[in-house]
């Protein structure tokens, strides 16, 4: 299937000639950012050859073995679950020092270090599906990053289940649009502030737990400089 936001587009594959006696497996793959865990999937397929003795299958990745004079069809339907993952997501910043005031009082001024403190939590009862929390934080035109972000990680309470290592689980892109995907962010900063850096790419690993009651959350805090 294709489409965007609430619409959703049936997507067809054309028709294929196959090797009587050989086994085929029927699977879909999601289109985009489409995560299929999300969806409960059946199959039903029909056969135009009425005498054949082909056993059809029933759900996405089992295997079918054509004979010879079958005409098969299939279609995968998908129905949302449910029960799903919510996920909200808050980001604090916070004026850690400035070159006049240092720490006391500090403002947003030229050369001043802000902290920025990214939170997200997940309200619905189902888990994430493992390794998928991707998070994008556009930078201000006014901010700069790099190497001396020091990226910092902590589990809520109750835990998010989830890991952070900042050598690989951080990275940074230049790029004009923002990046899809944590694979797109190419770029390494030169420097301790890198006025090049647009974004700021967050990749935690493992399942995102799902909530009981009191959504699992955790954060993740990085430096950055006001140019």
Do not use: H, W
Request: glycine share 10%; net charge positive; with cysteine.
């Amino acid at each position: 299937t294709g489409g965007s936001g609430t619409t959703v587009t049936t997507g067809v594959t054309s028709q294929v000639q196959g090797v009587a006696g050989t086994a085929y497996t029927l699977r879909e793959v999601g289109a985009g950012g489409t995560a299929l865990a999300q969806y409960n999937a059946v199959m039903a397929c029909t056969n135009a050859f009425t005498a054949s003795t082909t056993t059809l299958p029933t759900v996405p990745g089992a295997t079918i073995t054509p004979q010879m004079g079958d005409v098969i069809a299939c279609t995968i339907t998908n129905t949302r679950r449910a029960t799903n993952a919510t996920l909200a997501i808050t980001k604090l910043s916070a004026i850690v020092s400035d070159p006049i005031r240092n720490t006391t009082n500090p403002l947003g001024i030229p050369g001043a270090l802000v902290r920025y403190t990214i939170q997200i939590s997940n309200s619905g009862p189902a888990a994430v599906t493992a390794n998928s929390v991707f998070v994008l934080d556009a930078l201000p035109s006014q901010i700069e990053v790099g190497s001396a972000a020091a990226a910092t990680f902590t589990n809520g309470t109750p835990t998010s289940g989830l890991t952070f290592t900042p050598a690989t689980d951080l990275r940074f892109s230049n790029a004009t649009t923002a990046p899809t995907s944590f694979a797109a962010c190419t770029y390494t900063p030169v420097g301790a502030y890198d006025p090049l850096v647009r974004y700021v790419c967050l990749n935690p690993k493992g399942t995102m737990a799902g909530s009981t009651g009191t959504p699992p959350s955790f954060t993740i805090s990085f430096d950055a400089r006001v140019k």
